[in-house]
């Protein structure tokens, strides 16, 4: 346990046992994550899938939504999961190091997405309308466990030291974050760049996509900070890449 919930520990699913299904592309991110997971959870022993992605409505508005309920074949116990995949920078000027991971605009938080899932998302099936559509499907909400899939991606602030940030994972740092006077340098202006749409978000950089200069990027780039979003970059230096986000604040 950390933080608080239980978190769910991924079966290993050989990426030969199964034939992938084609993401829908209209999906939003978050739904394109769980289509994602999904397919790995139902190419393995390990669970069965009772129930995904399933609204729950008061008087034709949505008040929540169940990401999973799913039976571990072995004990048959009932496992309600809620999926998470985030971008997190970590921003040292903050002094709590739980509340230093936050979202590329700050707009939201590695905790206070906990906290709402702890009081909000995990809470959904124990109401009246949460239990009588889990019944409906023939689920029993008295002995289901309660877990945590909480995946991510982090940037560390440009130019530091590899950060500390147990208990989470380590290896969930794959890029960096900076703002745009430390992008105008000779670390930068060499090399080639691509903006990846928000879909491309969670692969590693390639060399399919256009790369544009420094030159030609800086203007994309500006125009994004003058919305107040900040963009995530992929770099390509001689053979290598990186990622990375420029931010606005």
Same mark, same amino acid.
């Given at each position: *346990?950390?933080?608080?919930? #239980?978190?769910?520990?991924?079966?290993?699913?050989?990426?030969?046992?199964?034939?992938?299904?084609?993401?829908?592309?209209?999906?939003? #991110?978050?739904?394109? *994550?769980?289509?994602?997971?999904?397919?790995?959870?139902?190419?393995?022993?390990?669970?069965?899938?009772?129930?995904?992605? *399933? $609204?729950? +409505? /008061?008087?034709?508005?949505?008040?929540?939504?169940?990401?999973?309920?799913?039976?571990?074949?072995?004990?048959?116990?009932?496992?309600?999961?809620? #999926?998470?995949?985030?971008?997190?920078?970590?921003?040292?000027?903050?002094? /709590?190091?739980?509340?230093?991971?936050?979202?590329?605009?700050?707009?939201?938080?590695?905790?206070?997405?906990?906290?709402?899932?702890?009081?909000?998302?995990?809470?959904?099936?124990?109401?009246?309308?949460?239990? =009588?559509?889990? #019944?409906?499907?023939?689920?029993?909400? /008295?002995?289901?466990?309660?877990?945590?899939?909480?995946?991510?991606?982090?940037?560390?602030?440009?130019? =530091?030291?590899?950060?500390?940030?147990?208990?989470?994972?380590?290896?969930?740092?794959?890029?960096?974050?900076?703002?745009?006077?430390?992008?105008?340098?000779?670390?930068?202006? $060499?090399?080639?760049?691509?903006?990846?749409?928000?879909? /491309?978000?969670?692969?590693? $950089?390639?060399?399919?996509?256009?790369? +544009?200069?420094?030159?030609?990027?800086?203007?994309?780039?500006?125009?994004?900070? %003058?919305?107040?979003?900040?963009?995530?970059?992929?770099?390509?230096?001689?053979?290598?890449?990186? %990622?990375?986000?420029?931010?606005?604040?």
């Amino acid at each position: *346990m950390q933080f608080g919930v #239980l978190q769910f520990q991924f079966p290993v699913v050989a990426a030969d046992s199964y034939v992938v299904s084609e993401i829908p592309e209209k999906l939003r #991110l978050g739904h394109q *994550m769980e289509f994602v997971c999904k397919q790995l959870l139902e190419a393995s022993n390990a669970y069965d899938v009772l129930l995904h992605n *399933m $609204p729950l +409505r /008061e008087e034709k508005r949505t008040i929540g939504e169940i990401d999973f309920i799913v039976q571990e074949t072995a004990t048959k116990q009932l496992i309600h999961i809620e #999926l998470t995949y985030k971008f997190y920078l970590i921003d040292t000027d903050i002094k /709590e190091p739980i509340h230093q991971l936050v979202g590329p605009n700050r707009r939201d938080a590695f905790y206070a997405k906990l906290v709402k899932i702890k009081n909000n998302q995990f809470s959904l099936i124990h109401t009246p309308i949460g239990r =009588s559509a889990l #019944l409906e499907k023939g689920i029993e909400t /008295e002995n289901i466990m309660q877990q945590v899939c909480y995946k991510a991606q982090l940037f560390q602030p440009y130019s =530091s030291d590899t950060l500390s940030i147990a208990p989470l994972n380590k290896n969930c740092i794959i890029g960096y974050w900076l703002r745009l006077a430390a992008f105008h340098t000779a670390d930068f202006t $060499p090399h080639t760049f691509y903006i990846p749409t928000k879909s /491309e978000w969670v692969l590693h $950089p390639m060399d399919t996509v256009a790369f +544009r200069s420094h030159e030609e990027i800086v203007i994309a780039i500006t125009e994004r900070l %003058k919305n107040n979003s900040a963009p995530m970059v992929w770099m390509k230096k001689n053979n290598t890449f990186e %990622k990375f986000f420029v931010v606005w604040w």
